[in-house]
């Protein structure tokens, strides 16, 4: 229980040094949630949204699983997805995977694992997409493969009926996808941006 008590003392701590900067935070919070980002990524302890794009409690909304997939039949992801574009309104869409992912590596070397297998059925259909992947040095396959599955998944985002919706009734949401290296703590965004049922638009767009 040590563990735990110093986890409550640590939020005492953070929640009285925010008011000492902010006195009002909390009540604004408490009064509205107006974040412009939706943020899907890794379970990874290691990958927190908010930390990573120097962004407070409020300014980002937040959907994470294991190996940031979006299967069209997960209905939690989907209610995120939902909520966050029609009644949120967010502008932005971010699908961030990272590299070095344990769920890419357990379907990159295809050993049963056991119930979660079903769910990273996903990211062996993106790589048996991605065959060249085989061909590369092996130190490079991991991040290639953790790079693929993200553009995979913004598709899957894109082909959502929700996304459908919301750019067929003129909503301005982009989706983008981004990858993040835990051993340097960048983003590199992957070009692969969306604003609509057309065409890509360019990386780093507004």
């Given at each position: 229980?040590?563990?735990?008590?110093?986890?409550?003392?640590?939020?005492?701590?953070?929640?009285?040094?925010?008011?000492?900067s902010?006195?009002?935070?909390?009540?604004k919070?408490?009064?509205?949630?107006?974040?412009?980002y939706?943020?899907i990524?890794?379970?990874?302890?290691?990958?927190?949204?908010n930390?990573?794009?120097?962004?407070?409690?409020g300014?980002?909304?937040?959907?994470?699983?294991v190996?940031?997939?979006?299967?069209?039949?997960?209905l939690?992801?989907?209610a995120?997805?939902?909520?966050?574009?029609?009644?949120?309104?967010?502008?932005?869409?971010i699908?961030?995977?990272?590299?070095?992912?344990?769920?890419?590596?357990?379907a990159?070397?295809?050993?049963?694992l056991?119930?979660?297998?079903?769910?990273?059925?996903?990211?062996?259909?993106?790589?048996?997409?991605?065959?060249?992947?085989?061909?590369?040095?092996?130190?490079q396959r991991?991040?290639?493969?953790?790079?693929?599955?993200?553009?995979?998944?913004?598709?899957?985002v894109?082909d959502?009926?929700?996304?459908?919706?919301?750019?067929?009734?003129?909503?301005?949401?982009?989706?983008?996808?981004?990858?993040?290296?835990?051993?340097?703590?960048?983003?590199?965004?992957?070009?692969?941006?969306?604003?609509?049922?057309?065409?890509p638009?360019a990386?780093?767009a507004t």
């Open positions: 229980m040590s563990d735990l008590n110093n986890l409550l003392v640590n939020n005492r701590a953070w929640a009285e040094r925010v008011k000492a902010d006195p009002g935070f909390f009540s919070l408490t009064g509205q949630q107006r974040p412009q939706l943020w990524g890794c379970s990874d302890s290691r990958v927190p949204a930390q990573i794009v120097g962004l407070l409690p300014d980002i909304f937040v959907h994470r699983n190996g940031n997939l979006v299967h069209q039949t997960d939690n992801c989907l995120v997805l939902q909520y966050a574009v029609e009644v949120l309104q967010v502008r932005h869409v699908v961030c995977g990272h590299y070095g992912c344990g769920a890419v590596q357990a990159l070397d295809g050993r049963p056991g119930l979660i297998d079903n769910w990273l059925r996903n990211i062996e259909t993106v790589h048996r997409a991605c065959s060249h992947i085989d061909a590369l040095p092996a130190d991991l991040d290639a493969l953790c790079e693929h599955n993200v553009r995979a998944q913004v598709q899957s894109c959502s009926t929700v996304m459908r919706a919301a750019w067929a009734g003129g909503q301005d949401v982009t989706v983008h996808g981004w990858i993040y290296g835990i051993a340097d703590g960048l983003v590199k965004d992957l070009g692969v941006s969306r604003a609509g049922l057309a065409e638009v990386a780093g």
